[in-house]
């Protein structure tokens, strides 16, 4: 990190958030809404690429998307955040990403105001606002703007969707997850207990089911009251999965390959006039070329498999269309959908994270802090049909997402505009602001929670917990929406895992690598664009023009400070910090059978990147005759599992798809000891022993550890929760229910910490402390 940018923070009085609350209660008596006040509906694609849907270009068939973007406002030229949290948090506050706190996914905080991971105290978000203004508040699916660390069932709620405004939710606080068998899934502020997920179970379903439900519980009771829904999907990021019927009807359609889906969805652009005549389609490198493979120069077992991976994530975006028309239906049905406002978007652009080849073993290559060996396993072969379905966990290849992002360059989490241009639709069919149509004009993110307060009439709260609000950074687009003339935005800094770039005017500077230490925040090497001529960025314009370079390098430092945007991850350290407070969750825990399964980062801590042991009290009663899972952590994309099974021990390990399996002998009625040690061996693997009574039953030698976000699902004692990480035992016995004897004591003991962490530790705030002291 660059020093001086370090050093700057000395001033700040630490990290935005630790202040005390005030005093006085924040909570006001509720006003009654106008009479006429619109509902509001915010529904929010996750890792979406720009041409995915119909109105943008796409051969998906999207006719409820289609339609409310005919009755409503195209954006041709929305910009976001390049990471999903960062928008997130830019959405519901109106502030910039790192003004918001998060200047990087809800997973470390490393100490610094930009980097908190959490909404500030003096920021109200849309969701309080409008439940001050008389708003009834709902929201489901993906939150992830909470610090991993506070999403276990002990932890400080305060960032939490009902503490952050919402009368009700139901989803998925994590960044993802599986949607045959989610991981964890919570409901307003409790984790909710499923002992085992019906066949054919589908989370977007349920989401939509508890959307609907809450709309109609309002109107159950209170006929007038406005409504604001947040749908955030969990879909269409990975693991991308869809409903087998789904995907059928996608079929063959990408049998022409990446290149020519590119192509088309490029010409659909002109001829709706989302693109200019002048925008050119990237070619060569920077199409990124060097790293995606021609369509022609694929194998036909390649080609197979790579469609097929296409082919599911159309059926995703299909079933998001198809959520949406359940959910206008009902609107319909109430004689409401004409005064509802409907915003759609995307969080970020589509991502390479499934790499050349796409990936049947997501979590092997996804979500790792720690420099993989060269003979890490990336793909477990396995059937392309089971693509999509509950047996594995999959990303489709980079060569798609360059489709997804069509016309644009490079992918989530750059600054290119295939990171950061994504689509939006804006529809109220009962507004007389201006005409629907596309729109041309700059639009950022933190403009949309301004926008929607202008439009319903409600104020953004001036205070919140007896603090004056921070003043938002986005502003109205409503004359926009009334004027295809009015003026958007002009200028906006982007930051990225240390990836720059600044938007002014006519003209886009870009770094795509960190500066050095020694080079500061304005210096590295940049590129620049004409954008007003130029919007796919085919043409550096950096070597002809040095001063104007230079200026817009200057902008974006100058925006930095006012954003608290610094320190820049420059060395790759920033990230690897992580609050002393997490320390307690590494320590050894007793857990009970039979409850909902411990939490995933709370899980993983016992685990991840160490060596650890599991022993067990067991009682298998007086005839022996006891069965079931002792221990299960994991799912399909890689877990471990132990259990009594026809009187003999099996120990089950789920290597990103590859199943090792060892059974002891049968053991006899009443009382057992059984100890598990999982022991790090060099080339980041483990060796599995199963020891019964002292003495060893069953090994498992030299398997890939399990490390980054896997294991996904957390710990369950005595059942297997949500996805099996054993199929075949799954086939056999379902979640295989420990009955028949006695889990006694079930205990977890971590061992020391792997030479591959590279986490650090560190008292964030410490400093500030002991100055107030």
Known sequence: MAEQERRGYEGFGG?????????????????????????????????????DLGPFGSEIPTPHIDRIAGDGWVFTNYRTAPMCSPARAALMTGLNPHRAGFGYVAHTDPGYPGFTCELPEDAPTLAESLRAGGYATFMVGKWHLTPESRLHDAADRASWPLQRGFDRYFGSMDGFTSLHHPHRLVRDNSVVDVPEFPEGYFL???????????????????????????????SVHGPI???????????????????AL????????????IMPDRAELPSGAQADDDRIPSWESLSSDERELFARHMEVYAAAVDEVDQSLGRLVARLEELG??????????????GTAEG????????????????????DWVRDVPRDPAEIGGPKLFSQYPAGWARVSNTPFRSFKSSTYEGGVHAPLIISWPASRIGEPGLRDQFVFVSDLAPTILDLVGVPSLGSRHGRPAMQPDGRSLADVLGAPGAEGRDTQYFECVGRRAVVDGDWKALSNVPPTPTEGAAGGSWELYRISEDPTETRDLAAAEPE?????????????WRNTVFPLDDDGSLHTNRPASEAPLSDPVALAPFRPPLERFRAAKLTVLRSFTVDASLDLGPDGRAAGVVVAHGDQG????????????????????????????????????????????????????????????AEIPGVPMLLGMAPFTGISVGYDYGGPVDWELHERHGGFRFAGGEIRRLRYVPGARSQHDRTVLREIGAAVAAIAD
């Open 15 to 51: 990290r935005v958030g630790e202040f005390a609350s005030g005093s006085e209660p924040w909570w006001r008596p509720r006003p009654e809404a106008r009479a006429d006040a619109p509902n509001v509906v915010i529904v929010l694609v996750d890792d979406l690429g720009f041409s």
């Open 262 to 273: 590119r192509e088309a969805r490029f010409a659909r652009q002109r001829e709706l006039g």
């Open 355 to 374: 790499g050349p080849s796409g990936t049947r073993s997501y979590f092997a290559q996804f979500g790792h802090a720690a420099a993989l060996p060269a």
């Open 638 to 697: 890689g877990g471990y599992l132990l259990a009594i099974e026809d009187g003999a021990p099996l120990l089950a390990y789920n290597a990103y798809g590859d199943m090792h399996r060892a059974r002891g002998p049968v053991l006899g009625p009443g009382a057992h000891e059984l100890l598990l040690r999982v022991d790090e061996l060099d080339g980041m693997r483990w060796r599995l022993r199963l020891e019964v009574d002292g003495t060893t039953a």
């Open 548 to 560: 104007r370079v230079a200026e817009l390098a200057e902008l974006w430092r100058e925006e930095a």
């Open 241 to 259: 999965q869809a409903k087998a019927d789904d995907i059928a009807r996608h079929r063959g359609r990408y049998a022409a390959g990446w290149n």
């Open 204 to 234: 977007t379903d349920e989401l939509t089911d508890s959307a609907l439900a809450m709309i109609d519980e309002l109107r159950v009771n209170d006929a007038t009251k406005p409504f604001f829904l947040y749908f955030a999907h969990t």
């Open 336 to 349: 409401e959908l004409e005064n509802t406002v409907i915003v759609l978007a995307s969080d970020n652009g």
